[in-house]
């Protein structure tokens, strides 16, 4: 199909999106922490239901989770239960992080950090660990972007274009609004993406089984391909071990954007409220793997796994249903890669220039706003141009960093007695190891690298901490009043 309809559609997705994202500034200055970063901590329960919705939906969802069911098969459901469990931890933790914001006056993830433990230091320490994994999920969703263009436009747009095209559009809107942008965009894209993904799955399994559900679809994979249906899946690379190390790796990765989005609310309470509606969302999911697994025998020769929906529906669907998938998978991408880019200048201004050079809030909030044109330009687009493997495996390398800093989380929700040199020495600890496993000696005994770093990570904490001075008694209370109130009574 070489129609220009699609290409238009999708291209004018990216107009649309921007004019969404810079009228979200509504006349307010964006120069503070508090406004750019956390707008200013107001949004209601439907926006910050989408938000965060959106925000974890992505092109994984659209290309990489489908790209792993024609490949790999079964395996792809790891992402079922991370995303559920992302629901649990929202309701949970994200009333009492908002609480630390709102009483504390954080803006990052890191700022909670450094403010528990009493160091800058450490804080610093956790915003450039958390900004590799922020930068890897950042170069997943532009990866995911370009190719949505290359294949709409039949190879017009080159994939070096196309990055360069949809981070110059979020730069824009990122810039002038801020968290408020990303909220608006997330919102309207997260309804797109849902309506999208269910129209494309039904629409395809009918013309697949010629029923209008999924069940078809399986039965005659049993048939002709039984072994996409069991671990360790098609390839036989994706082992039980490989598969649930990824799970818990996963599991324990609180990504910086989430915590930013828990901050942006107008109450603990709506964040409760938003988080009992995750699991109505995240359904959005199961269409587009099932697209997935009719691509196996539909498209058996396809060069790219990750582009099964996007070949399929060009081959088999109607060109305005095809020019809506590609803004529907476009406003996957987008969704998410905007938050992970916003976090990472946020807190690299916040967490590490802001104490390194002594700078006041007013100076720290203009500065992350600019940052966001070198992490975009001179990390990000490289990096996405480089295309450094496929779509789900660069999400499971970046959680697998972002899973090191656990233990200063430990110490913030659960464990009173941890000390700024335990968190230190295990995040150090962790991070060595899941890079000489992720580089060096790939994920060893078939165990994901992330896994392996706790391995040594929380021991080291845990004897580090029980060795070394703990953190001021009246700070743990204050933190421990929010986080664990049971903790403290007698």
Same mark, same amino acid.
């Given at each position: 199909?070489?129609?220009?309809?699609?290409?238009?559609v999708?291209l004018?997705y $990216?107009?649309?999106?921007m004019?969404?994202?810079?009228g979200?500034?509504?006349?307010?200055c964006?120069?503070?922490?508090?406004q750019?970063g956390?707008?200013?901590?107001?949004m209601?329960?439907?926006t910050?239901?989408?938000?965060?919705?959106?925000?974890?939906?992505?092109?994984y969802?659209?290309?990489?989770?489908?790209?792993?069911?024609?490949?790999k098969?079964?395996?792809?459901?790891y992402?079922? %239960?991370y995303?559920?469990?992302?629901?649990?931890?929202?309701?949970?933790?994200?009333?009492?992080?908002w609480k630390?914001g709102e009483?504390?006056?954080?803006v990052?993830?890191? !700022?909670?950090?450094?403010d528990?433990?009493?160091?800058?230091?450490?804080?610093?320490?956790?915003?450039?660990?958390?900004?590799?994994?922020?930068?890897?999920y950042?170069?997943?969703?532009? %990866?995911? !972007?370009?190719?949505?263009?290359?294949?709409m436009?039949?190879?017009?747009?080159?994939?070096?274009?196309?990055?360069?095209?949809v981070?110059?559009?979020i730069?824009?809107?990122?810039f002038?609004?801020?968290? *408020?942008?990303?909220?608006?965009?997330?919102?309207?894209?997260g309804?797109?993406?849902?309506?999208?993904?269910?129209? $494309?799955g039904?629409?395809?399994?009918?013309?697949?089984?010629?029923?209008?559900?999924?069940?078809?679809?399986?039965?005659?994979?049993?048939a002709?391909h039984?072994?996409y249906? *069991?671990?360790p899946?098609?390839?036989g690379?994706?082992s039980?071990?490989?598969?649930?190390?990824?799970i818990?790796?996963?599991?324990?990765?609180?990504?910086?954007?989430?915590?930013?989005q828990?901050?942006?609310a107008?109450?603990?309470?709506?964040? *409760?409220r938003?988080?009992?509606?995750?699991?109505t969302?995240?359904?959005?999911?199961?269409?587009?793997?099932?697209?997935?697994?009719?691509?196996i025998?539909?498209l058996?020769?396809?060069e790219?796994?990750?582009?099964?929906?996007?070949?399929?529906?060009?081959a088999n669907?109607?060109?305005?249903l095809?020019?809506?998938?590609?803004?529907?998978?476009?406003?996957? !991408?987008?969704?998410?890669?905007?938050?992970?880019?916003?976090?990472?200048a946020? !807190?690299l201004s916040r967490?590490?220039?802001?104490?390194?050079?002594?700078?006041?809030?007013?100076?720290a909030?203009?500065?992350?706003?600019?940052?966001?044109?070198?992490?975009?330009?001179? $990390?990000?687009?490289?990096?996405a141009?480089?295309?450094?493997g496929?779509?789900?495996? %660069?999400?499971l390398?970046?959680?697998?960093?972002?899973?090191q800093?656990?233990?200063?989380?430990?110490?913030?929700?659960?464990w009173?007695?941890?000390s700024?040199?335990g968190?230190?020495?295990?995040i150090?600890?962790?991070f060595?190891?899941?890079?000489l496993?992720?580089?060096?000696?790939p994920?060893?005994?078939?165990?994901?690298?992330?896994?392996?770093?706790?391995?040594?990570?929380?021991?080291?904490?845990?004897?580090?901490s029980?060795?070394t001075?703990?953190?001021?008694?009246a700070?743990?209370? *204050?933190?421990?009043?929010?986080?664990?109130?049971?903790s403290?009574?007698?």
């Open positions: 199909m070489h129609d220009s309809v699609p290409l238009l999708t004018g $990216i107009a649309l999106a004019a969404i994202g810079l979200a500034r509504g006349g307010r964006m120069d503070t922490l508090e750019w956390v707008a200013g901590r107001s209601g329960p439907v910050l239901y989408l938000l965060i919705a959106a925000g974890s939906v992505s092109a969802t659209f290309m990489g989770a489908p790209g792993w069911a024609y490949s098969g079964v395996p792809v459901f992402v079922a %239960i995303l559920a469990y992302l629901a649990l931890v929202a309701w949970y933790f994200g009333p009492k992080v630390f009483q504390f006056g954080h990052t993830q890191a !700022s909670a950090i450094a528990r433990y009493q160091s800058p230091l450490l804080g610093a320490l956790s915003a450039l660990v958390m900004s590799i994994a922020s930068i890897a950042a170069v997943l969703q532009t %990866i995911g !972007s370009a190719y949505i263009l290359l294949v436009s039949g190879g017009r747009i080159p994939l070096w274009a196309g990055v360069l095209l981070l110059s559009a730069a824009v809107y990122l002038v609004s801020g968290q *408020r942008a990303i909220g608006r965009t997330n919102a309207f894209q309804v797109l993406m849902l309506v999208v993904a269910w129209v $494309i039904l629409w395809a399994a009918y013309l697949s089984t010629g029923e209008w559900g999924f069940s078809g679809v399986f039965t005659r994979l049993e002709s039984p072994e249906l *069991r671990l899946g098609a390839g690379d994706m039980f071990s490989f598969w649930t190390t990824s818990i790796v996963s599991m324990l990765s609180f990504m910086p954007p989430v915590w930013t828990w901050m942006s107008a109450s603990a309470g709506t964040i *409760r938003s988080a009992s509606w995750l699991p969302y995240y359904v959005v999911i199961l269409p587009l793997v099932v697209v997935g697994f009719i691509g025998y539909s058996p020769e396809l790219r796994a990750d582009t099964v929906v996007l070949e399929y529906a060009m669907m109607p060109v305005w095809v020019g809506l998938l590609g803004a529907g998978t476009l406003a996957a !991408s987008m969704s998410s890669s905007e938050p992970f880019i916003h976090s990472v946020l !807190s967490d590490v220039l802001q104490p390194g050079l002594k700078l006041d809030d007013q100076h909030g203009k500065l992350a706003r600019w940052l966001i044109f070198p992490v975009m330009f001179l $990390i990000v687009a490289p990096l141009i480089w295309e450094p496929n779509l789900v495996m %660069i999400l390398i970046g959680l697998g960093f972002a899973s800093v656990l233990p200063a989380f430990l110490g913030m929700f659960f009173p007695r941890a700024a040199a968190v230190i020495s295990g150090s600890a962790g060595v190891v899941t890079v496993f992720t580089v060096v000696w994920h060893p005994l078939g165990l994901h690298a992330g896994f392996w770093g706790l391995m040594l990570n929380l021991p080291v904490f845990v004897l580090v029980l060795l001075r703990p953190v001021d008694e700070v743990t209370l *204050r933190f421990f009043r929010i986080a664990a109130p049971w403290l009574k007698r």
